[in-house]
């Protein structure tokens, strides 16, 4: 494809209106509109600038380089390609979010190849492409490695399909590579051989991230030390588990610079020199930002971390359920986190610690080390949470797994935080009141959305009336994403949410009583938004074919479970689509 494609009708200076006649001359020249463009990163901003007028339109059309899409099947690669002639770096997303909780079959599609086709096809000067939740082959990284010379950048997030084979490809042949991302993807045969693929002079890398392959796939240490030797531009080193600390301490003296770690793992029989070795190597990395990884962490090694801790802004302990004073004796020593993810094995004592150690913080994750523990031996409480809030005033993104809440707790919470942009509670225990007045959790939401009129995402559980998704549609005027478990009386609350949340654009619904007037009644919102995701609801058949004959630009999916009433919907996925319905469906998804 040529580089500069000729500029004919469609050009900026070329602008038809509706009528065939010729628009009014823009107020700016077609360079130095394209030169303003040029500077405006934000999809949104450019999204709006194209709807503008026609010759705003191509401008915004030929200058855009990078490209987000959501939902892989709200579009299809040839209206991609038509569109944007110049593009450099995609976003690809594929399977809805309740994929990663095993709620969507293996084989239920996102297939990235016909993607990957077709960007061979028509963006020769491709450079970066960052897939989530997508099948992504071997046949794929091949193609993607032999046809974009290049190509800088590929992340694979929650995605799966390929083997070593395929990162042998991407290692072999794009020799200009910064940045392999692979996170949280669930690969097959994925030894540690690639990584002797990258040429002997291969020097490129900025962000090399294999975190995301399990224990199992153990790497070419020395290999992984040559690469990590020869690319002086390395920022990011997030490493599996099968990485050891003295192989860890090994890799930190080659690379000091690291501004994001990810650790392998804390269990190991380490003599008093190699203790000291890998302490004096974590105090030498001197502008270490971010750590993440800590896998089995071991008391007697923790304080190995303390010279390191300084500078952090982001301490990610989700994969290691630290106990509360370890954690206490960590955190003193990172006064400037920004984020925080933990597991809930901390328990409150932890937090209340980082309510009086953190004061910068502004978002916190807590984590389940047991989700589905009865005996509630370990975890956190409202206590936790209050103590964050007490201490963190900045706080303004909260993702919470506890096992009882109370509404006073809630609305102190939000009282002492009130710039929460999302706020998600999981009570793991489904229909959990409050559990001192034994009243359902109604006034906490209701806090939350009166409180925080900037909330964007919000995720409700526990024991709730339509009270609760009263307040949600009267005052969460600026919410986007909304999810809800285990909760509801009648058709009303879903209702009330279609109906009051103006910008809404990702609903997701499992295990509530809504039924085929709820689905209906937001028949003329789900054109304006993203997806909508309901499972073991009160939906069936008849209810999903009569929302896709009044609405023939949506995709509705019904995916069947083997055994399940074929007159009930057991999950059901609607997605706006200017495609038309997608041509890969399996057998048990039923497109209406």
């Known amino acids: ?119 061979a096809k028509v963006y020769p000067f ?47 042949h794009c020799r200009n590579l910064t940045e392999l991302n692979i996170l949280d993807s669930v690969a097959e045969d994925v030894g540690g051989g690639w990584l002797s693929c990258f040429p002997e002079n291969f020097a490129s890398l900025e962000i090399l991230n294999f975190a995301g392959l399990n224990s199992n796939s153990e790497v070419s240490f020395d290999d992984l030390e040559r690469l990590v030797c020869q690319c002086n531009s390395l920022r990011v080193l997030k490493v599996n588990e099968s990485i050891t600390l003295d192989q860890l301490q090994r890799l930190l003296v080659q690379a000091p610079q690291l501004v994001e770690l990810g650790t392998g793992s804390f269990v190991q029989e380490l003599t008093l020199r190699q203790y000291e070795e890998i302490e004096t190597a974590f105090s030498n990395c001197k502008n270490l930002q971010i750590l993440s990884g800590v896998w089995e962490a071991a008391s007697l090694y923790l304080p190995v971390l303390y010279g390191a801790c300084a500078g952090l802004t982001f301490l990610n302990l989700s994969e290691a359920p630290i106990q509360s004073g370890d954690f206490v004796k960590l955190l003193f020593h990172c006064p400037n986190l920004r984020r925080l993810w933990v597991v809930d094995t901390v328990e409150d004592k932890g937090l209340e610690a980082v309510g009086y150690s953190c004061p910068l913080l502004e978002e916190l994750r807590v984590f389940p080390a047991d989700p589905y523990d009865t005996h509630h031996r370990d975890g956190v409480t409202e206590l936790g949470l209050l103590a964050v809030s007490h201490g963190c005033r900045r706080l303004h993104y909260v993702l919470y797994f506890c096992r009882r809440m109370t509404n006073a707790a809630v609305a102190t919470v939000v009282q002492n935080c009130p710039n929460f942009t999302h706020f998600r509670l999981c009570i793991m225990n489904p229909g959990q009141p409050d559990y001192l007045t034994n009243e359902p959790m109604d ?150």
């Open 443 to 592: 006034e906490a939401f209701g806090a939350v959305v009166k409180t925080c009129t900037e909330l964007k995402r919000l995720s409700v559980t526990g024991l709730l009336t339509d009270l609760t998704f009263d307040y949600i549609g009267k005052y969460a005027k600026n919410l986007e994403t909304f999810s809800v478990a285990f909760a509801g009386r009648t058709d009303r609350g879903m209702q009330c949410i279609l109906e009051g949340c103006p910008k809404l654009r990702k609903l997701e619904i499992r295990d509530c009583p809504f039924g085929n007037s709820a689905l209906l009644s937001g028949r003329d919102k789900y054109e304006m938004m993203r997806s909508l995701w309901m499972s073991a609801c009160n939906i069936t058949v008849k209810g999903c074919r009569q929302l896709a004959s009044e609405m023939p630009r949506l995709n509705v999916e019904v995916i069947r479970e083997d055994g399940s009433d074929e007159n009930q919907a057991d999950k059901v996925y609607v997605y706006r689509s200017v495609a038309g319905p997608r041509k890969d469906a399996p057998p048990f998804v039923l497109t209406l």
């Open 1 to 119: 494809m040529d580089p500069e494609p000729r500029k004919s009708e469609d050009s900026p200076s070329n602008s038809i209106n509706s009528h065939g006649s010729t628009q009014p001359q823009s107020p700016f020249p077609d360079e130095v509109l394209e030169k303003v463009l040029s500077f405006i990163d934000s999809r949104k901003d450019r999204s709006s600038i194209s709807l503008v007028r026609k010759d705003w339109y191509n401008a915004e059309r030929w200058t855009r380089s990078k490209l987000f899409i959501g939902n892989c099947y709200a579009v299809s690669p040839e209206i991609v390609a038509r569109r944007f002639p110049k593009i450099k770096s995609v976003t690809l997303k594929g399977k809805p979010r309740f994929s990663d909780f095993n709620m969507l079959p293996h084989d239920w599609g996102a297939n990235a190849h016909s993607w990957v086709v077709m960007f």
């Open 126 to 172: 491709l450079e970066e492409l960052r897939f989530k939740r997508m099948t992504v082959t071997d046949e794929s990284l091949e193609l993607m490695a032999k046809s974009f010379p290049g190509f800088k950048a590929l992340s694979m997030s929650s995605c799966d399909g390929f083997t070593e084979n395929g990162l042998k490809a991407i290692a072999s």
